[in-house]
């Protein structure tokens, strides 16, 4: 059957009488026999049962609400009747005591009144003394009278006097006068003020050399009457006037965060800075100028045995100070230019730099180029375009027609061109470094053909002649033959990239190696008791036991191994001596 009771105990009796209703209800209309007329009524008698029982709880729980509120009305009354009880009786009391002799009192005004009409019109007799000899007989006749009206009076006249003196005293503003060594430097109008006040001078104070300052100060409420009210700016500002022979505000001087020292005018200074500064800015939107030291100048509070003269602190950020000035080589240096760059002689270079070895530099190689730096170092950033030569390639092809060793351009190379967008960070004029940040090709490098011959007829190249031919095709002497130390045992002759670079006699190849440390691509030629070195070229056109003729092509310069720049190092040698180039040519 659907209905199926489950006895727990969580079922209250409400539930159990529904269901017990229902089971009737299922009973006496089997749900076997369905019918719409019977639905009808199942469902009529379940609404009926339900609203009747809802109606029953409810007016159960009314019932209660009722009687709690009964119960509290009932309390409310008995309180009210007693408070009115209390007060009737009071009442009473206070008529008792004071209605006779108030009736006493108003019957000797109507005397006095009376005494006055009397003798108003009869000069003969004194009114006054008469009202007062009337009044003073009635005082000590109704001593009892002054005495119930004092013991009802004088409290509530001495309530009025203390409500009085209260709300004068609390009408009336107080305020904290602050005082420092007995000076008085300002009233507030809390604590809280003072506190903000000291936490102003010192969040602006410098403290060096472990020094500290504390705020020594004497504090003392006061009417505030016509005095006026400073706040923690103020306040602070006072202190400081007040107590300027320990602290003192002026204006600060650091250099990569440590504090170098204070003005109280800043003038000359942020002038000689600005001075530094000036010879750089051009104007040039694309060009930053700053100093290379992280340099602020800041306002605030210091000790004053901190502050210095003006000048003396001017003077001191445009002076030089000990210690070693570096250069940073780029693409391109040689001894020479970087002497000039940096105002000295090559002599001077070769000195502050014993340890360095200038037979060949390399970008970010470092140089000593002075003993005193600037104290401050300005540095300045400029993007510029260039447009740059793109290097063609050269395709090699064999031809067996030609003989051996020889070459011949097929096609020629063109070179391509690029522009570059250039970032150029200079430090007191002199250039450190070169970054492309952005490169635009404008044409392309057009490949250079060369048929290099493979035909060999079996003769014998001979040894050289003694007599040297110019090693490049153009070019010039970038760097000579220096035999003391620091040595250069050769030569170097710049050009572009890609120069032919020739064999300067006949003979045999007998060392081609490609290296990117010292020589770089090198090649060694034996001529018969003497050899010649070609290095950092940028590829070799021979190989070891190749024969070559004087004037042949032999490599292509380049700037490979230990250099900075597109050159040949040419070297003459006999055996583990080498000699100056130039006697032989």
């Known amino acids: 059957m659907p209905f199926k009771s489950k006895n727990n105990n969580a079922r209250n009796n409400g539930s159990r009488k529904t269901e017990s209703i229902l089971k009737t209800i299922y009973k006496r209309y089997n749900p076997e026999k369905v019918t719409i007329k019977g639905l009808k009524n199942f ?30 009305a009932a309390d409310v009354f008995s309180v009210a009747k007693a408070v009115a009880v209390f007060f009737d009786k009071l009442t009473d009391t206070i008529l008792d005591d004071l209605g006779e002799p108030l009736d006493r009192v108003g019957s000797a005004f109507a005397g006095i009144s009376e ?48 409500c009085i003196v209260v709300g004068f005293t609390m009408s009336r503003e107080y305020a904290i006068q602050v005082s420092l060594d007995g000076q008085d430097i300002g009233v507030i109008n809390n604590y809280t003020v ?33 005095k006026e009210v400073v706040n923690e700016r103020q306040l602070a500002n006072n202190i400081l006037r007040a107590s300027d022979e320990d602290i003192i505000e002026a204006t600060g001087l650091y250099v990569d965060g440590e504090f170098i020292g204070a003005v109280k005018d800043p003038t000359l200074l942020n002038n000689a800075l600005a001075s530094m500064k000036a010879p750089y800015e051009n104007g040039d939107p694309n060009r930053t100028v700053k100093f290379v030291q992280d340099v602020s100048v800041l306002d605030g ?73 600037p104290f401050l170092q300005v540095q300045y950033v400029e993007r510029t375009t260039r447009q740059v030569d793109i290097p063609y390639t050269v395709k090699e092809e064999k031809d067996k027609t030609m003989t051996l060793g020889t070459r011949k ?42 048929k290099i011959g493979t035909y060999w007829n079996g003769t014998i190249i001979e040894g050289g002649s003694g007599k ?11 760097r000579g033959f220096v035999g003391q130390y620091p040595a250069h045992n050769g030569v170097d002759i710049a050009g572009p990239y890609g120069t032919y ?11 081609a190696l490609y290296t990117n440390v010292g020589y770089g691509v090198y090649c060694i030629i034996e001529h018969g008791g003497y050899q010649t070195l070609y290095g950092h070229c940028s590829r070799l056109l021979v190989s070891v036991g190749q024969q070559v003729q004087k004037g042949q092509i032999i490599a292509y310069m380049g700037s490979t191994g230990n250099s900075t720049g597109n050159h040949l190092h040419f070297e003459v040698k006999r055996g583990n001596v080498r000699y100056n180039p130039y006697s032989w040519f």
């Open 43 to 72: 469902f009529g008698m379940v609404f009926y049962k339900t609203g009747y029982d809802v109606e029953m709880v409810s007016l159960k729980i009314w019932k209660k609400i009722s009687k709690v509120l009964l119960n509290v």
């Open 115 to 162: 005494i006055i009409k009397e003798t108003k019109n009869d000069k003969s007799i004194k009114t006054g003394k008469l009202l007062k000899k009337y009044i003073r007989e009635g005082l000590e006749k109704h001593k009892d009278l002054a005495k119930t009206l004092y013991s009802y009076v004088g409290p509530l006249v001495m309530a009025g006097i203390f």
């Open 194 to 226: 003072l506190k903000n006040a000291d936490k102003i001078i010192k969040n602006k104070l410098v403290s060096t050399n472990e020094q500290t300052w504390e705020l020594d100060s004497d504090i003392k409420m006061v009417s505030l009457g016509r």
């Open 301 to 373: 509070i210091f000790f004053a045995d901190t502050v210095v003269p003006d000048k003396e602190l001017a003077d001191l950020v445009v002076s030089e100070v000990s210690g070693a000035k570096y250069y940073t080589a780029v693409s391109g240096d040689n001894p020479w230019n970087i002497a000039k760059k940096n105002g000295i002689t090559t002599s001077t270079l070769y000195a502050l730099n014993p340890d360095n070895d200038f037979s060949g530099l390399w970008p970010g190689d470092v140089f000593v180029v002075g003993a005193s730096v």
């Open 409 to 450: 351009v097929a096609q020629a190379g063109v070179k391509g061109l690029k522009e570059e967008l250039v970032e150029s960070v200079y430090i007191d004029g002199v250039l450190q470094s070169e970054t492309v940040v952005q490169s635009t090709v404008l044409s392309q490098p057009v490949q250079e053909i060369v």
């Open 468 to 478: 040297l031919t110019w090693p490049t095709a153009g070019g010039y002497v970038s």
């Open 501 to 511: 670079i020739l064999a300067a006699d006949s003979g045999v190849v007998t060392k």
